[in-house]
């Protein structure tokens, strides 16, 4: 019998020499999510005040401590190393580098320093993002993403980090899911700020996209390669026959806004139809900025949406369903189907040969440590079905240069605090003790 270290347990798992020569595999994390912003001086982000406010988070759970990555880096680099990994893909924390979102902490940055230059030393290339999740508190008193200013702070910053550690870099991004940072924080209020304001969402909506426009200007000037964003995708579906206008619509919110704006320099009429009478003034100006160059494209997937049109709700009067599909402990169906389809639309539709990097994918599950070993037979065939998808994406034509897992540790999952775990490594919340999965050792097996 297989144990939770096997790596046999996953016929169809694809073993590197499947993929093209070069392709990368790497895991995931954020700095929020793992750090312990508590530690090395960061400044108050908003996630701790909504957090702090009752009922917004799963046990009012915050990342105070979290994985304790902060002292515990070189560790976690070690899994890393250990894994066979190529590439590590990280976040630098906003509020950690500018406590008050305007001056730097240096404790901040070399702390970040310290982490590219452990990377480099285990043969690990390190993967940037400048933006996941973490505004300072200050910036959040002034309008967070509603207020334009936090777009022109935002490259300030990015051009702070850069300037330390961008000559490290294999590949930056400036945002991570701008439609979590925009729609699901500040119309759907699942995330901070909590917000369900329409006129607060068409701006967060456009003054993200320009957060990138803007920071992508000032770091070409100061001469740094291999720049893009990280962008969220849903294969949205009818949930039966006639589900009307609800799929086009939903499609436009959830991922065309994003891509259209980022590749065409336009925003979906259908979306604006909606948010046209709340954006900013002279928003347009702004669109061929946002639309400048990229090097590559991040494409997270997770799970497909299946909507009807709802016409007894607001605009814009969709209406989700539960699918049948197998699902993970976030209640997610589990579609592979969906990614090979978005990758091959992405190069059809928008980026051509662009390089494409599967920037995360990963399931949540509710592991436990039994005689020292996760057994995690649902994520390896997650993870060898998500790897299968990819291939045929290439296969069909998509430049998918590389694959990194959500996530290299059991972490802070934002709303749902510390219960969802989506590691390839265990993590002890109270003993901060590590324990790779079965997952992780077959990924090992696969890519060694
Ligand atoms: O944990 C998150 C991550 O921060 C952003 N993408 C989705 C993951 C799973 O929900």
């Given at each position: 019998m297989p144990d939770a270290t096997s790596p046999a347990v996953t016929p169809d798992m694809p073993k590197r020499a499947d993929f093209p020569?070069?392709?990368?595999?790497?895991?995931?994390?954020?700095?929020?999510?793992?750090?312990?912003h508590a530690f090395g001086g960061a400044g108050p982000c908003h996630w701790d005040s909504f957090a702090a406010t009752g009922r917004?988070?799963?046990?009012?759970?915050?990342?105070?401590?979290?994985?304790?990555?902060?002292?515990?880096?070189?560790?976690?680099?070690?899994?890393?190393?250990?894994?066979?990994?190529?590439?590590?893909?990280?976040?630098?924390?906003?509020?950690?580098?500018?406590?008050?979102?305007?001056?730097?902490?240096?404790?901040?940055?070399d702390f970040y320093d310290r982490l590219v230059d452990g990377m480099i030393a285990r043969g690990l290339a390190p993967y940037l993002t400048l933006y996941h999740w973490d505004l300072p508190s200050a910036l959040a008193d002034r309008g967070g993403w509603a207020n334009r200013e936090t777009a022109e702070r935002f490259a300030d910053y990015a051009a702070a980090v850069m300037a330390r550690i961008g000559d490290r870099v294999a590949r930056t991004a400036t945002i991570n899911?701008?439609?979590?940072?925009?729609?699901?924080?500040?119309?759907?209020?699942?995330?901070?700020?909590?917000?369900r304001d329409i006129r607060a969402t068409a701006r967060a909506m456009h003054h993200i996209q320009l957060a990138h426009g803007l920071a992508l200007q000032k770091l070409r000037a100061a001469g740094h390669r291999d720049l893009g964003i990280v962008l969220n995708f849903s294969e949205v579906l009818p949930a039966h026959p006639g589900a009307g206008t609800a799929v086009d619509l939903s499609d436009a919110l959830s991922n065309r806004w994003f891509i259209d704006s980022?590749?065409?320099?336009?925003?979906?009429?259908?979306?604006?139809?909606?948010?046209?009478?709340?954006?900013?003034?002279?928003?347009?100006?702004?669109?061929?900025?946002?639309?400048?160059?990229?090097?590559?494209?991040?494409?997270?997937?997770?799970?497909?949406?299946?909507?009807?049109?709802?016409?007894?709700?607001p605009w814009p009067c969709i209406r989700n369903h539960q699918g049948p599909l197998p699902k993970t402990q976030m209640g997610w169906e589990i579609y592979p189907d969906g990614l090979r389809n978005l990758l091959v639309r992405m190069a059809r539709d928008y980026v051509g040969t662009l390089p494409l990097v599967v920037t995360e994918n990963g399931m949540a599950w509710d592991d436990a440590v039994q005689d020292g070993q996760v057994a995690d037979p649902m994520r390896q065939a997650y993870v060898a079905a998500h790897l299968n998808a990819t291939r045929h994406a290439i296969s069909e034509g998509a430049n998918v240069q590389g694959f990194f897992y959500w996530s290299l540790l059991d972490n802070y999952e934002w709303a749902f605090g510390y219960?969802?775990?989506?590691?390839?490594?265990?993590?002890?919340?109270?003993t901060m003790q590590r324990t790779p999965k079965a997952s992780y050792h077959m990924l090992k097996a696969a890519v060694s």
């Open positions: 020569a070069g392709f990368i595999f790497g895991a995931a994390t954020a700095a929020y999510q793992i750090e312990g917004n988070v799963v046990g009012n759970e915050d990342g105070a401590r979290a994985c304790e990555h902060y002292t515990r880096w070189p560790e976690d680099l070690d899994l890393l190393r250990d894994g066979g990994f190529d590439a590590y893909r990280f976040s630098t924390s906003w509020a950690r580098v500018m406590p008050d979102g305007v001056q730097v902490n240096p404790e901040g940055l899911e701008p439609w979590c940072v925009s729609w699901l924080s500040h119309f759907e209020g699942h995330h901070a700020p909590g917000l980022i590749t065409r320099g336009t925003y979906p009429q259908v979306a604006l139809d909606g948010l046209g009478p709340h954006m900013p003034q002279d928003w347009q100006a702004d669109m061929a900025l946002i639309s400048a160059p990229l090097d590559w494209l991040g494409v997270n997937y997770y799970t497909r949406a299946l909507v009807s049109h709802d016409a007894g709700a219960e969802k775990r989506f590691g390839l490594v265990h993590v002890d919340f109270e």
